[in-house]
C-alpha cells in the first residue's frame, strides 16, 4: 500500500472544511425556520469570524517570556536569553514589511541565540519565496539554528536548505553541537521531521557525552517522551500552532498531533524533560 504524506493531510483538511461548511449550513437553515433575522445575525458573525482569523489573528504577534531552569546547565549559561521562533510558513500570506518589523522586534530582546523550530516554507512552496531574503536579519552572539518541519518537505526542500544557508541559519539535520562559553559547553541538538519519518534521535543525541546540558529543537512535539527518556531537560517546539481553531472556554477544537490538545501550546513537564512549544508565528492553509 502506498501512502502519500501530503495528499493523506489534503483529505483530512477538505474533510475538516467540508464538515465546518456543513455544519455552518444546516444551523443556518435551522435558524431560517424558526427565526429569519436571527439566521442573518447569525450568517453576519460567521463571516466576522472568518475575517478575524483570516485577516487579524495571523498577524498579531505575542511575545511569551518564559524563564526555564534547566538541570546541570554550567553557571556560566545561567541567564542565557534564547527566542524561539517556530512555523512562519513563508510564501503563503506574511510579507517581507511584515517580518522585517516583527524580526525587529525580536533583535530588541537583545536574545543570546536564536532557534527556528520548522515549517519556514509553506507546503507547496517552489523556489525561494521573497521574503526569505528578510532571514538574514535574525542574528544572534551564538548564532542562530533552525530544524526542518513537515511543510518544509512538503515545499522544495533544497530551497529551505540555501534560503537557510543565505542567511547564515545553521541548519541541524539529526545532529548536535557545542556551543562554548568560557570554556564551558552547551549542546544544542536538532532532531529532524518526525512526521515525514525523518527523525532520528539516537543519531542525534550520540555525539553528546553524559551528563552534558542540552537543547533540543524538534518541530513536532509527539517525540517529547522519547525525548523524557534519553533524559534531555530541554526541548523545544512548534508545529500545533496552539490548536489551530481555539474557542473561549473551551481551547483548542483540534490539535494535530497524537496527543491532540496535550500539549498544544505552552510550557510542560515530561519526567525529567520541559517542553515548550511555540504557537507560530505564520499561518497555514486554514487560517
Not at 549542546?187 to 553528546?208: C, K, S, Y
Request: overall charge negative; glycine content about 10%; some cysteine.
Amino acid at each position: 500500500m502506498f501512502s502519500s504524506p501530503i495528499g493523506g493531510r489534503k483529505t483530512v483538511i477538505a474533510t475538516m472544511v467540508g464538515l465546518v461548511v456543513v455544519l455552518v449550513l444546516v444551523v443556518f437553515l435551522l435558524l431560517w425556520l424558526i427565526c429569519p433575522p436571527l439566521a442573518q445575525t447569525f450568517l453576519v458573525l460567521v463571516v466576522l469570524a472568518l475575517g478575524y482569523a483570516h485577516a487579524v489573528e495571523p498577524f498579531w504577534v505575542d511575545f511569551q517570556m518564559v524563564s526555564v531552569g534547566i538541570r546541570g546547565m554550567p553557571r556560566i549559561w545561567e541567564g542565557t536569553r534564547v527566542v524561539l521562533l517556530s512555523d512562519l510558513h513563508l510564501g503563503f500570506a506574511a510579507s517581507a514589511g511584515w517580518l522585517r518589523r516583527v524580526f525587529a522586534q525580536v533583535l530588541e530582546h537583545r536574545p543570546d541565540l536564536i532557534v527556528l523550530t520548522g515549517d519556514l516554507f509553506a507546503g507547496g512552496t517552489r523556489g525561494i519565496p521573497k521574503e526569505a531574503a528578510e532571514l538574514a536579519a535574525l542574528t544572534a552572539p551564538l548564532g542562530t539554528f533552525a530544524v526542518l518541519g513537515n511543510h518544509d518537505y512538503f515545499a522544495q526542500t533544497s530551497a529551505v536548505r540555501q534560503a537557510l544557508e543565505d542567511a547564515r541559519i545553521i541548519l541541524l539535520s539529526n545532529q548536535a553541537i557545542p556551543l562554548q562559553r568560557e570554556g564551558e559547553r552547551l549542546w544544542l541538538a536538532g532532531v529532524d521531521d518526525l512526521g515525514t519519518g525523518h527523525d532520528d534521535l539516537e543519531e542525534t543525541l550520540r555525539a553528546i557525552p553524559d551528563g552534558e546540558t542540552t537543547i533540543l529543537l524538534c518541530h513536532n512535539p509527539d517525540l517529547v517522551e522519547e525525548v523524557s527518556e534519553h533524559q534531555v531537560p530541554l526541548m523545544l517546539s512548534g508545529h500545533t500552532h496552539g490548536g489551530q481553531v481555539c474557542l473561549p472556554f473551551l481551547g483548542p477544537v483540534y490539535c494535530f498531533s497524537r496527543f491532540y490538545r496535550r500539549y498544544a501550546a505552552g510550557l510542560f513537564q515530561v519526567g525529567p524533560t520541559s517542553l515548550y512549544v511555540n504557537r507560530g508565528l505564520g499561518k497555514a492553509l486554514l487560517p
